[in-house]
């Protein structure tokens, strides 16, 4: 008689404790999609500040005049000792012959970028024929108008709270009114180095330095780094020795990026004497915090190799270089490469190893080698991040997304060679 009240008192403790382990599982699906919603819609947040405050980067305003190319200013052999801004200032000035006073012109003069003597010189030297002749070119146009042209700056603001002044708005809409502004693609943003005008910088010097840079880094890191995964994880003896090895691979992977920096500084600045601020050095800096990642990589995809592909090699004669060289290496090129790609887009956003090796220079010039002065993409970004000018600022977040472009290509072509080599067991 008291065994039928204990089974159904077993039961409903049974229930009672599936029912709280319903719930918890319910509660724990919620917070997952939870965090996962919140990550996107940051994610989302951060894109979105990025590009709305980016991509009028990727335009220019420019300003039409009719330029008279004086012979006389053209008397010497050297076409740049001739005076340019002469030539532009006559021009503007003849567009607004109201304009008198000395400050009027040089509020006046202020609209056209400096960057606009180098195109008229460009322009001559491409076709000297236009030496006596008048032409209508379009010039640049100041950072300040741009940035006005483009909405950022309020022109309802009071005078005193703008760069942009009354009467350089009314010369402003006078030229829109005559069809002498326009915007167009900004062509000068990917084929320029840097400027301290910002309607004049560009990215092309940083992206070279950067694709030198990391061709220093994968040349030297993915040979070391896969001839060291495969020694370690295939002929190296299992001892205190090789324990010690391997712990302090896994510790250098999380030692923070500036220290590499400090021991490139150190050695290869100080010791060796290699020059400051070369894509030869930011690579071997560069090589040295990537090769700990491509090690633990292969070596995680040389022990996803079943130990049945050595056996049966070793068993048909292979020694065992050549079970290495013709069975494992090639099944395990897949993670390999994936891993290798990673540590690239690793280094190719890194900013403070490479400050500490003077990659932080103000560069014009476009370097041509490895031993070149340069800069790379993420310390351009930084410089004109700290830059006062307003135009700087869409100029970083269009560099950011160029950046992230990069990144997405390089770990798209990790997927893409993964799904290629994979074999699946």
């Keep these: 008689m008291n065994q039928e009240p204990t089974k159904h008192s077993n039961i409903d403790k049974v229930n009672r404790g599936l029912k709280r382990r319903y719930r918890a599982e319910k509660c724990f699906r919620i917070l997952g999609a939870t965090a996962i919603i919140a990550s996107l819609c940051f994610l989302f947040l951060l894109f979105f500040s990025i590009v709305s405050s980016g991509y009028k980067a990727f335009l220019k305003s420019y300003i039409q005049l009719e330029i008279y190319f004086d012979p006389a200013e053209f008397t010497n052999e050297n076409i740049a000792a001739a005076n340019f801004p002469g030539l532009i200032k006559k021009s503007i000035y003849a567009m607004f012959p109201d304009v008198t006073g000395r400050s009027d012109k040089k509020d006046l003069y202020y609209l056209i970028s400096p960057g606009a003597t180098f195109k008229i010189m460009d322009a001559v030297r491409d076709n000297p024929g236009l030496i006596g002749k008048k032409q209508s070119i379009w010039v640049p146009a100041n950072d300040d108008v741009d940035m006005l042209l483009k909405g950022k700056i309020d022109r309802n603001l009071d005078e005193n709270e703008r760069r942009v002044n009354n009467k350089q708005l009314a010369w402003l809409d006078k030229l829109s009114s005559d069809g002498k502004i326009k915007k167009t693609f900004n062509t000068t943003f990917f084929t320029s180095g840097d400027s301290r005008e910002p309607e004049e910088a560009g990215i092309w010097g940083a992206t070279c330095g950067s694709f030198y840079t990391l061709l220093i880094t994968l040349s030297l890191s993915f040979p070391i780094g896969v001839a060291a995964a495969v020694y370690l994880e295939e002929f190296a003896p299992k001892n205190r020795l090789t324990d010690i090895i391997e712990v302090n691979i896994n510790n250098l992977a999380a030692v923070p990026s500036i220290v590499y920096g400090l021991l490139g500084l150190a050695v290869f600045i100080n010791f060796f004497g290699m020059p400051r601020s070369t894509p030869l ?11 700990p990642i491509i090690i633990i990589a292969s070596r995680a995809s040389l022990k996803s190799v079943p130990p049945s592909i050595r056996e049966a090699a070793l068993g048909i004669g292979a020694s065992k270089m050549q079970m290495v060289a013709h069975h494992v290496l090639p099944l395990a090129l897949p993670g390999m490469l994936t891993g290798t790609i990673i540590g690239m887009a690793h280094a190719l956003g890194e900013t403070a190893p490479l400050l500490m090796v003077g990659m932080v220079a103000f560069i014009v010039d476009i370097p ?10 993420p310390v351009q970004i930084y410089l004109w991040s700290d830059s006062p000018e307003r135009a700087f600022v869409e100029k970083t977040s269009a560099a950011i997304m160029v950046l992230l472009c990069f990144l997405f290509l390089m770990n798209a072509v990790a997927v893409l060679l993964r799904k290629k080599f994979e074999i699946k067991w």
């Design 281 to 291: 050095v930011g690579g071997l800096v560069l090589t040295l915090m990537t090769l």
């Design 368 to 377: 041509h080698g490895f031993t070149d002065p340069a800069s790379v993409l």
